[in-house]
């Protein structure tokens, strides 16, 4: 989607049975595009944002991604929380739940924690999309297997051609297949450049190479999608960076734009 908003407004359209135009072009084999299912067990630290309220129950409320970056805080997109999407300010949605250790949505599997407080980055700018990130404080922790580690500033994880894994229940196809099984497609960190060049600004979105960080692969074929927002880019085992935004899903030369985590990291110091 072009405006980065879209996947997650589109969930909630289908929820309140809004009709929607189908989404621009995307390729059709491409979590995920081009995708393989993954077990929470190899991605313990994926969890589910949900709310049965606002999204219904078909997909247990699936209408994000996030990941437990300590055993009372996940971290996911500011997008996601923005009141366009809810309906609502984050604080007033009674249901507002993390599931986690669960790969299918429908399963009983794991557990669905309440959320008690949201902080979205006061620093998100919602038309260029910088800074695109919020944390949820759990109401009970989290076993500490089940947290990754951030990786900061200078981490080797972040140079291009790392290869990097990006979980979530999105749409797998471009076509608004939303995954009810936790799926994982592997795509690289691609230079700045890439990203630059794929969106310079205007109506495309601009990338802002300090907050933001570009991944996928030059072919397309493997990328995040609509669902996915807010869920895990994770390399050398640390996190790297947050589904953010990218015009549509796994077309070459239009590679995924992930909120960048080494400013989360700077972010969540400051504050503390
Ligand atoms: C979305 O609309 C979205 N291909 C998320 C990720 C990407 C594109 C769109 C990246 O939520």
Redo the contacts with the bound molecule.
């Keep these: ?1 072009r405006r980065p908003f ?3 407004l589109a969930l909630a359209a289908a929820a309140a049975l809004i009709p929607l135009a189908s989404p621009a072009s995307a390729t059709s084999d491409s979590v995920v595009i081009g995708g393989f299912p993954v077990d929470i067990s190899q991605s313990p630290w994926t969890v589910a944002l949900s709310s049965r309220d606002r999204f219904g129950g078909t997909r247990a409320g699936q209408f994000c991604g996030g990941v437990a970056v300590d055993r009372s805080r996940v971290l996911t997109a500011a997008h996601c929380l923005s009141a366009a999407v809810l309906g609502a300010p984050p604080g007033q949605m009674a249901d507002l739940k993390i599931i986690t250790d669960r790969t299918d949505l429908l399963s009983s599997r794991g557990k669905e924690v309440a959320v008690t407080a949201t902080w979205v980055n006061p620093q998100y700018n919602s038309f260029t999309n910088a800074g695109d990130f919020a944390v949820l404080t759990l109401a009970s922790p989290l076993p500490p297997s089940s947290v990754i580690p951030m990786a900061a500033a200078g981490d080797q994880a972040y140079t291009p051609g790392t290869a990097a894994t990006v979980y979530g229940w999105g749409d797998s196809t471009g076509g608004g297949d939303y995954a009810l099984s936790l799926r994982g497609a592997n795509v690289q960190v691609l230079p700045d450049t890439a990203c630059q060049q794929a969106y310079p600004g205007g109506l495309g979105g601009k990338y802002v190479a300090e907050s933001m960080l570009c991944a996928g692969v030059s072919a397309g074929g493997h ?4 669902g ?2 807010g869920g895990p880019l994770v390399a050398k085992g640390r996190l790297i960076g947050l ?1 953010s ?2 015009n ?2 796994g077309q070459a030369g239009s590679p ?1 734009v992930y909120t960048r985590i080494s400013e989360v990291v700077k972010t969540l110091t400051v504050g503390r």
């Design positions: 989607m879209a996947g997650a990328d995040a999608c609509q996915d927002s589904v935004w990218g549509g899903c995924g």
